[in-house]
């Protein structure tokens, strides 16, 4: 990871991802959903408590999809102080060695969060607040776990991770 602030083209600036899109809608909507709650706090003094799911939610989505942007561009978190003292060999299989852990973690979630949707869809669970079907939060973990795993098998194809 370069710890140096990212050069900017002034001629072409480089087109946003699909993660950084959907990160902003996201964002958008949880701060549209908490400004709405405070103004009805505000001037009804009631809340609506049943936002806290969908905030909940979005915050799940947003978990998601910074994790798949951090991973596209090398922003990771990580401690290197050790392997950058590895001979290049052995860096490299370091490397190998994250991008497989990593990949298994994300693959492990959207299976078990699957399963978990499924679940919920099957037995029909509700939500506490609402009574609406619980699987409509769920189903996207296994989703963007799933395709938290394809950015990153993508991404260590093109050589960039």
Do not use: C
């Amino acid at each position: 990871m370069n710890p140096e602030a990212p050069s900017h083209d002034t001629e072409s600036p480089a087109p946003y991802t699909i993660e950084q899109i959907l990160s902003g809608t996201v964002m958008g909507l949880i701060v549209l959903i908490t400004f709405g709650n405070v103004l009805a706090r505000y001037f009804t003094s009631q809340s609506f408590a049943a936002t806290e799911e969908f905030s909940i939610a979005l915050l799940i989505v947003l978990s998601f999809l910074g994790s798949s942007a951090a991973f596209a561009f090398d922003r990771h978190i990580r401690v290197d102080f050790f392997v950058r003292k590895l001979p290049p060999g052995l860096r490299a299989f370091a490397d190998w060695l994250s991008f497989a852990v990593t990949a298994s973690l994300f693959a492990f979630i959207a299976f078990y969060a699957g399963k978990l949707t499924w679940d919920q869809y099957r037995f029909e669970e509700t939500s506490p607040a609402l009574g609406v079907p619980q699987w409509w939060y769920t189903v996207w973990m296994p989703v963007l776990a799933a395709a938290l795993v394809l950015r990153l098998v993508l991404t260590r194809v093109r050589g960039r991770a």
